[in-house]
């Protein structure tokens, strides 16, 4: 009985997956048409979602950087992979010391920072970018890799992930290691932080992913070509005109790529990251 | 006398360990939004040879009396109230779908989150490409399902149709991470709830509304509010798609205070905005804070 209402719903969880799949499937196939106007004439039917004849030239176009004004892909791919790796690897840093002093150290002002740590949570970029301008640009940071990368390391959701965990490791366990003689420093680096490799894992991939899809700030912030990440170049490519679909969907394809392969690799962990984000929250 | 000392040293290292932050926080997030507050009274420019003035509330009646603003604001809640039920809904709905132990389950669910791994610029092009007028492949799918009497729409450019088809790509990219946490909060809720429930003779409707609903409700919580904030902040997708048209259709506040901020290079008037914006935010996380706190109460 329950076997047979569960093969019921099979065709429902096969419509849904079409839906989440068939855009992502005509970006693959269209990067592969050479033809711009075959593509035009076969985006109204079936066909969208075949290739007769693939060919790998718009990538060779886009890698080459030919279409993109002379600068090559990998230099995008570049930026956008230094900047997301040096928030990530500088917010884990700087993230998890604080959260460290804030749940293990007893010191005047340590619930009032916790307090405002939470406050900070609150508060939307987008909301602090025009002023933030306003300072970058007086630092003469503007057009910059540390411009992208400064403003973002410190995270105060991310403090307060490390902090919930740091919070639950049993006090013994430093007591023990402060009775030997380790100080706060040696107990941070050899059992707080091997211990939150779970978190650290967490708050990567939510870094990862809000960084590597942010628009309004380098928007802002970088001018040609040199500074620019994916997000923005990809929407510059995707504005040019005459727009060829076959050029801009290789590049769409490229900038996706790097992410859905981690994904697929690690699904569970994606999945796991967004989770412990909710129930914490 | 050794108590003390202990304490005094704690002070020194946890000041150590917390300056890197405290530094960083206190130049990028507290100093802006204190600049927000202040530069939203003053003519400050980005680039300007006259010095910055004091100007009082102006900037502020200014904004109020722009019909621009009021219907970026009207926008912004428009797209919140659409997307955060449809979304939420709609998570909700393939959460329980998808919380069963059948064969193939697991691919399933990383289909359905895999949008919310894709740049949404990208996820931009990719609909925009379907979206093409007149024989885009979405145009062509309404008319088979019509058997022609439907369409074409101009789906980016009809000031109608706009805003719905930006709600529709959006839910489309980010309904997969709502799903997720209702996901794990279902897989929360005991099962001698539902055993219990089944004694009861409560049919599976009513097990739904008087089980499932109510041990959602911090998942509930949490979605509806990060959903709700995320919809405020709705940049990407009009900046790509439609620049904000057409005739501000599809403008949002972000967009109203990137265009008069940056392109215009008002400072002081951006913030001014910006402020506005940032209350809004605060009024609903303040919501948010004041329900779990009701929640922890109970227990």
């Known amino acids: 009985m329950r076997r047979t209402r569960h093969l019921w719903l099979y065709p429902v969880f096969i419509l849904f997956a079409l839906i989440f799949i068939a855009p992502v499937e005509v970006m693959f196939v269209t990067s592969l048409k050479r033809d711009e106007l075959e593509i035009l004439r076969e985006m109204t039917s079936f066909r969208a979602f075949w290739v007769a004849h693939p060919s790998l030239e718009n990538y060779a176009a886009v890698l080459s950087g030919e279409v993109l004004g002379g600068t090559p892909f990998a230099r995008f791919l570049f930026n956008t992979v230094l900047i997301v790796g040096s928030i990530v690897a500088g917010g884990i840093a700087v993230n998890s010391m604080a959260a460290f002093a804030l749940a293990r150290l007893r010191f005047r002002g340590r619930s009032f920072l916790v307090s405002l740590v939470v406050a900070l949570i609150i508060l939307p970029f987008e909301g602090l970018a025009v002023p933030l301008l306003l300072i970058v640009n007086r630092f003469g940071w503007l057009n910059s890799y540390h411009v992208q990368i400064v403003p973002f390391i410190a995270h105060p959701f991310s403090i307060y992930l490390f902090y919930q965990f740091f919070t639950k490791i049993p006090r013994e366990l430093d007591e023990a290691a402060r009775v030997d003689g380790a100080s706060p420093w040696q107990i941070y680096w050899r059992i707080g932080l091997p211990l939150s490799l779970p978190v650290i894992a967490t708050v990567a991939i939510l870094q990862s992913l809000e960084y590597w899809n942010s628009f309004l700030w380098p928007l802002m912030v970088t001018r040609g070509p040199e500074y620019r990440p994916l997000s923005v170049a990809m929407n510059n490519f995707f504005g040019q005109y005459p727009r060829y679909w076959g050029d801009v969907m290789a590049f769409a394809v490229l900038t996706s790529m790097p992410i859905l392969l981690v994904y697929l690799l690690f699904q569970r962990w994606f999945i796991q990251s967004v989770v412990r984000s909710g129930l914490k929250g | ?299």
């Open chain 2, 1 to 299: 006398m050794l108590i003390r000392r202990k304490k005094t040293d704690d002070a020194l290292v946890a000041l150590g360990f917390l300056s890197p932050s405290l530094l960083l926080l206190t130049a990028f997030l507290i100093a802006p939004f204190v600049m927000a507050v202040v530069l939203s009274f003053t003519n400050q420019r980005l680039i300007s040879p006259l010095p910055t003035q004091f100007i009082g509330l102006r900037n502020y009646a200014r904004l109020f009396s722009d019909p621009d603003f009021w219907t970026a604001l009207r926008n912004t809640v428009l797209f919140a109230a659409v997307v955060v039920p449809l979304q939420s809904g709609l998570a909700l709905f393939l959460a329980t779908l998808i919380n069963r132990r059948i064969r193939g389950i697991n691919f399933f669910r990383g289909v359905y989150f895999m949008p919310v791994v894709i740049t949404m610029v990208v996820v931009c092009v990719i609909w925009y490409f379907l979206l093409i007028y007149p024989e885009g492949l979405l145009n062509a799918l309404v008319r088979a399902v019509s058997f022609g009497k439907l369409g074409p729409y101009d789906w980016l450019r009809d000031r109608r149709l706009a805003m719905p088809t930006i709600i529709l790509i959006s839910i489309w990219q980010g309904v997969g991470f709502q799903m997720v946490i209702y996901l794990a909060g279902l897989q929360d809720i005991p099962r001698e709830l539902y055993e219990a429930a089944v004694i009861d003779g409560a049919n599976p409707w009513q097990q739904f509304w008087h089980v499932t609903m109510p041990g959602l409700r911090n998942a509930h919580i949490f979605v509806l509010v990060t959903t709700t904030i995320l919809a405020f902040k709705l940049f990407t997708q009009v900046e790509v798609l439609t620049q904000g048209g057409p005739l501000g259709a599809t403008n949002t506040l972000v967009r109203y205070i990137f265009v008069s901020g940056y392109r215009r290079l008002k400072v002081g008037y951006a913030s001014a905005a910006s402020v506005i914006f940032v209350l809004i935010v605060l009024f609903i996380s303040l919501i948010q804070r004041k329900l779990f706190v009701e929640e922890r109460e109970i227990r």
